[in-house]
């Protein structure tokens, strides 16, 4: 009896660290958003109350927010919706869905992470890998593409899909960004026809775009991809834990929560005008 008791306060504790958690986002969107009084201060009122709540866990809101620990037992929680496969030959994409467990490392000791988007949003599964500070490459197919991430200590490193959508390639958005003419861009990239080298690759040589400029193209570029990642509503997904090269030269890393937060963001933007 008394160890139920215990594991219901456990629950209980866990159930307000993930309240507190989108309580604080909601927070800092309606002050960036500039929403109206009368909704902060609900907001406000929100937050107060789950404060005396789990103080009477004796538990402190300030630490809950900010504790490492409590993010990783908001992930175990989350995990129970997902299924964990090892990686053995043979395993796939969605394989064996309806299991349930914790992270487990196969025959080649990489851990694996598989399910859908029914199951586990993609702005959940990126909050958990974020807060696990999680090392690896995770692969998501959805209804147009699939998308390939790769993310160390819980940081974006490295981004491609199998196919750009019109509009979002990265000499395109050179151009849009207004770094480089369309006409000068297509004279340096016909250079290097045939080398099988890619764009971001030949552009690092400086001689047409500076490397912040590219570095910013790149990070909309990403950002843009993942805008469609964090929108995809029937996806299916896989996370192997796995030593990453970050992309080679193309030195990229940004933090999931700050991608989620501007995902979020233009996706309001695109639903609502």
Not at 69 to 88: K, N, P, Y
Not at 90 to 109: F, I, K, M, N, R
């Amino acid at each position: 009896m008394h160890s139920d008791i215990s594991t219901d306060h456990e629950e209980l504790i866990a159930s307000g660290r993930v309240l507190a958690k989108r309580l604080e986002s909601l927070r800092h969107a309606a002050k960036t958003r500039v929403a109206s009084q009368e909704f902060q201060d609900a907001v406000e009122g929100a937050v107060a109350a789950l404060e005396r709540g789990l103080g009477l866990l004796g538990e402190d809101l300030e630490s809950t927010l900010n504790c490492p620990h409590g993010s990783t037992v908001i992930a175990q929680r989350m995990l129970a919706a997902v299924t964990m496969a090892t990686d053995e030959p043979g395993t796939s994409l969605g394989a064996d869905e309806d299991a349930a467990g914790d992270w487990s490392a196969g025959v080649s000791g990489q851990a694996a992470l598989s399910g859908t988007t029914e199951m586990l949003s993609m702005a959940d599964l990126l909050e958990l890998l974020g807060s696990l500070q999680k090392t690896g490459e995770l692969e998501v197919q959805t209804e147009k593409e699939t998308i390939t991430i790769e993310l160390r200590a819980g940081k974006l490193v490295h981004a491609m899909t199998n196919h750009t959508p019109a509009g979002e390639r990265l000499g395109e958005i050179l151009v849009k960004l207004g770094y480089v003419t369309e006409t000068h861009l297509e004279a340096f990239a016909r250079g290097f026809v045939g080398t099988g080298r890619k764009l971001g690759e030949v552009l690092e040589s400086g001689s047409l775009v500076t490397a912040d400029q590219l570095a910013t193209a790149l990070a909309e570029q990403i950002q843009q991809l993942f805008v469609r990642l964090y929108s995809s509503s029937h996806a299916r997904f896989v996370f192997k834990s796995k030593d990453v090269n970050g992309g080679g030269n193309q030195k990229v890393e940004i933090g999931l929560r700050k991608l989620l937060f501007e995902s979020a963001r233009i996706s309001d933007e695109q639903s609502y005008g």
